[in-house]
């Protein structure tokens, strides 16, 4: 950093001490959001509607871009002793059992990891309880004021800012942008963990026609699976529901065995239903504005969601800091932000048709991964740069 910029950055202003932050859900976004405003002098409460801070589902890759946005939080330390450091990533012929390609991701800095989600909740709410965040159990908000003041215990919270980190059936987004229930997206997802020994640290996208599995380690000897499958319904009650193991394993009947051999150890799944919204319009107003999944949910098939989670949570305290007024702060926050996701949800969206290919199409763009793997290694990884090589705290610096 120059000497003037340095000048300039020791000499700014801040807002946030002093300020009263409420946030609503208590996910990786209302998290990182309220360790980041706790950072910067904010008074902070967090108000969840579970009775326990937990995260359904196994494991989560957070990329060197989220990594980045949790090391400027001070959690490098902690981050570092968890979680698995991914080398690579293997796209593999689900029939045929052959890996297509290896790209590399060892050299990515900060490292890319695999973590158990539970175990980044812990370590964000120890963060958040360190810097003096408060959290409330049990407070489902059902209703926002469009100036951000809600009910909780009978009582009106009025904060210098709302934040609705309320996950994709956010009651915050309606308030903002109107009601419109989110699309089932033709997807369905298995999620489980299977016992592994000695496990390669990379991620293996397995692909087959219309499907695709993807498998990768988390610490304590276990693999992490997400299975997808296109489906053109949605017909359960709910968004998530305990499945039989075997219609998982009739799902990839055809497959080669050593992926058939990973099924055969579930025990027990879960399924989901994929569901979206288009990218939120509108991200705030007066004092009340969206993050994560509230604003922008995506499919899983570029591991971003909560990674953008973190970083909207990192950015939105920055623009906040250095704004006395709210709402100009805010705005900057959504012309920052609403690109960018846009940009990442595209290539998620696109790689659930990649992944998916069938008859001729697949073998040619089977053939064409093999080629980039001889003779361009880096260039698979080396299109992702926009998104891996981004630097919140670099950019609010
Ligand atoms: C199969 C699958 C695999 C994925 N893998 C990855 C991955 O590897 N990497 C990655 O970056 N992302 C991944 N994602 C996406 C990621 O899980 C989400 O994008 C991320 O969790 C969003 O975080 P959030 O905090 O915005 O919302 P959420 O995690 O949904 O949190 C919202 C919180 O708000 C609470 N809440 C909701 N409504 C209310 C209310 N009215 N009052 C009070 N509290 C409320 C909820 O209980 C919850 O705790 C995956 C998703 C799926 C489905």
Request: hydrophobic fraction near 45%; aromatic fraction near 8%.
């Amino acid at each position: 950093m120059s000497v003037a910029k340095r000048f300039i950055a020791t000499t700014k202003m801040r807002h946030n001490a002093n300020r009263h932050v409420a946030i609503i859900g208590g996910g990786i976004g209302g998290l990182t959001a309220a360790l980041a405003f706790a950072k910067s002098g904010a008074e902070v409460t967090v108000y969840e509607q579970a009775p326990a801070l937990t995260e359904v589902g196994a494991g989560l890759q957070i990329t060197p871009n989220g990594m980045r946005a949790l090391y400027a939080l001070g959690l490098e330390p902690k981050i570092s002793e968890k979680g698995i450091v991914a080398q690579a990533v293997v796209p593999t012929d689900a029939i045929s059992g052959r890996a297509i390609a290896r790209f590399d991701l060892g050299r990515q800095r900060p490292p890319y990891r695999f973590f158990h989600r539970a175990e980044l909740i812990d370590l964000l709410w120890n963060a958040c309880a360190a810097n003096g965040v408060q959290v409330k159990l049990g407070a489902r908000i059902s209703e926002i004021a469009s100036n951000g003041s809600f009910q909780c215990d009978q009582q009106t919270i009025s904060a210098d800012l709302t934040i609705g980190a309320d996950g994709v059936r956010s009651v915050a987004r309606t308030v903002l942008n109107g009601a419109s229930d989110p699309f089932f997206t033709g997807q369905v997802a298995w999620r489980a963990t299977v016992p592994v020994k000695d496990a390669e640290p990379v991620a293996t996208i397995w692909m087959a026609p219309g499907r695709h599995m993807v498998t990768y380690p988390l610490e304590g000897g276990r693999l992490n699976i997400v299975a997808v499958q296109e489906r053109s319904q949605w017909a359960q009650e709910g968004w998530h529901h305990a499945d039989d193991p075997g219609n998982l394993r009739h799902v990839f009947a055809d497959c080669h065995w050593r992926l058939k051999s990973i099924l055969s150890d579930v025990e027990t799944v879960n399924l989901w239903g994929l569901f979206r919204h288009p990218v939120a319009p509108k991200w705030y107003q007066g004092s009340l504005a969206i993050l994560g999944d509230a604003a922008h949910p995506t499919l899983p098939f570029l591991a971003q969601g909560a990674n953008l989670a973190i970083e909207d949570a990192f950015e939105l305290a920055q623009f906040c800091d250095n704004d006395a007024d709210i709402e100009n702060a805010l705005s900057a926050y959504q012309d920052a932000r609403k690109p960018r996701v846009t940009r990442a949800i595209n290539a998620a969206n696109a790689n659930a048709k990649n992944y998916h290919l069938r008859g001729l199409k697949r073998y040619v763009a089977h053939a064409g991964l093999r080629g980039m793997a001889r003779v361009a290694p880096d260039a698979f990884i080396g299109r992702l740069g926009w998104l891996y090589d981004y630097d919140v705290a670099d950019i609010h610096r």
